[in-house]
């Protein structure tokens, strides 16, 4: 039986969550080169690997932050995720969003807020990895425990690893880049000869020589 990383990597590629162009590489809003787009939002719409990632997710989190007494998704993307496995998990669950309302009661953190508890985040995507720490942060100040992050895929970027180390983040994602480059080259997504040329590009972002 194939192993989580491997099925949650064929699924995003088969949905088309994810894509691979190292021949045509796709421009990040920081003017970065990038062979890979990821939109896990994808996930969503198709049950059976809605599932996949929902109970992988909720396995995260009894397999590495048992004590969890509140799910907290990040807004927009995990929030949806987070819904679903609070539900699997039987948990309460909230919300931060990415600045705190003009309106109402100006709240950030949408839901009770999880003071004393012990959180566990929920993240679609791990890049450079700052949203999630801004998130983590909102919770620490409203004194949240935040036990850690759970989310969907990693790109692995020094950077976001560099920035979890340092703000004394934990991550487990169900998949990860170089494994979705593996299946990709497997399945023919790619060819062969491009995953140095991709995994290039994971080791220094800024680099645009990767394309050479």
Known sequence: MENIKVTV?????????VFLKPNDPFT????IKS???CDNRLT?????????VEDGLAEII???YPD??????????????????SKILNLPMGYVRGGAKDHGRGNQIEGVVPEGKKVVVIEDLISTAGSSIEVVNVLREANAIVLGIASIFTYGLQKG??????ANVINHSLSDFETLVEVAAKENYISKDDIN????????PNDPSWME
């Not at 907290?72 to 819904?83: R, V």
């Not at 040329?197 to 220094?204: T, V």
């Open 35 to 37: 062979p890979i787009y």
């Open 9 to 17: 990597a064929k699924n995003l590629l088969k949905i088309k969550a």
């Open 44 to 52: 969503l719409s198709y049950p059976d690997v809605r599932d996949v």
């Open 68 to 85: 969890v007494e509140v799910i907290m998704g990040t807004s927009t993307a995990g929030i949806a995720h987070a819904a679903y496995v």
């Open 28 to 31: 990040w809003a920081s003017g």
């Open 161 to 166: 690893i560099d920035r979890l180390k340092d």
């Open 197 to 204: 040329k991709i995994l290039k590009f994971q080791k220094n």
């Open 62 to 64: 009894k397999t590495y």
